[in-house]
């Protein structure tokens, strides 16, 4: 039986429990079972449309499209990417990005600039220099020269400035490269994703650290002394009142100084 064959069987199983039937022997599951659930069964049609599309896809697993208000991400189909009309002279990386997405149409996502820049200086074919100026800029290094992305100096108004361009070997490395490139920017959509939770995360425990930290050191009241001086005079040790009067230990023993009952 071959890989596809298995994946094929397993969705036959997936696609009964998905209808109520026992894959087992055919029988209907009762309407009391576990398997039987509603959300369950939601569950196995959805796990069979994977199936499904792994299996039309030759038996590897396509990338999840990520949704973002209501587009499915960028994408670009072998057709469309036989269209894509290489540029003789060197041109700039928005040119190409530009033409990508018009090939791509309205009904995906746009492919950001910033990702095709970024995959290539992950890749090593781009670095991040300083300008003069201050402000960070990519330029290509020995690896991108080698492919065919080059730099030129110009002329401008405000004085003499370099661009970054893209010859017609280079043009046709990132059409050669694109379902990479798309992996990359569903990779770093997914990581920026978790990063954003963790911060999430960071300031929640934070607040609550902080809120913590506030509730221990409230301002005493008149009825907090009083309460402190009755639980001293019944010979509670310093841990316990802390615990009682849910206040942390260095403030309990300050209090009892200040209220002259506990000599420093």
Not at 43 to 48: A, K, L, T
């Amino acid at each position: 039986m071959t890989e596809l064959e298995k994946i094929a069987y397993a969705k036959s199983f997936i696609d009964q429990l998905a209808e109520g039937v026992n894959p087992l022997d055919g029988t209907p599951i009762p309407e009391g079972d576990i398997a039987n659930n509603v959300r369950l069964s939601r569950c196995f049609f959805y796990v069979s449309d994977i199936l499904r599309q792994v299996i039309d896809n030759g038996g590897v697993a396509p990338v999840k499209a990520i949704k973002t208000g209501g587009k499915p991400e960028f994408s670009l189909s072998a057709e469309a990417k036989e269209k894509f009309e290489i540029s003789d002279a060197p041109i700039y990386i928005s040119d190409i990005v530009e033409q990508l997405n018009a090939l791509s149409g309205e009904d995906t996502l746009r492919l950001p600039t910033t990702t095709v820049t970024g995959w290539l200086a992950a890749q090593g074919f781009l670095e991040t220099v300083v300008k003069q100026d201050g402000k960070n800029t990519k330029r290509p290094t020995a690896q991108g020269e080698s492919i065919g992305i080059l730099t030129e100096e110009r002329s401008g108004m405000y004085g003499s400035y370099t661009v970054v361009l893209y010859t017609a070997e280079a043009q046709g490395f990132i059409l050669d490269h694109l379902d990479a490139i798309i992996d990359y920017r569903v990779t770093e959509k997914m990581r920026r994703k978790e990063e954003r939770e963790e911060r999430k995360a960071a300031r929640r425990e934070e607040k609550q650290a902080n809120d913590l930290s506030d509730f221990y050191n409230r301002p005493w009241t008149p009825e907090h002394d009083a309460r402190l001086t009755q639980l001293f005079y019944l010979n509670i040790t310093i841990p316990e009142l802390a615990h009682e009067l849910r206040r942390t230990e260095e403030g309990v023993r300050a209090r009892l100084s200040a209220l002259g009952l506990l000599r420093t």
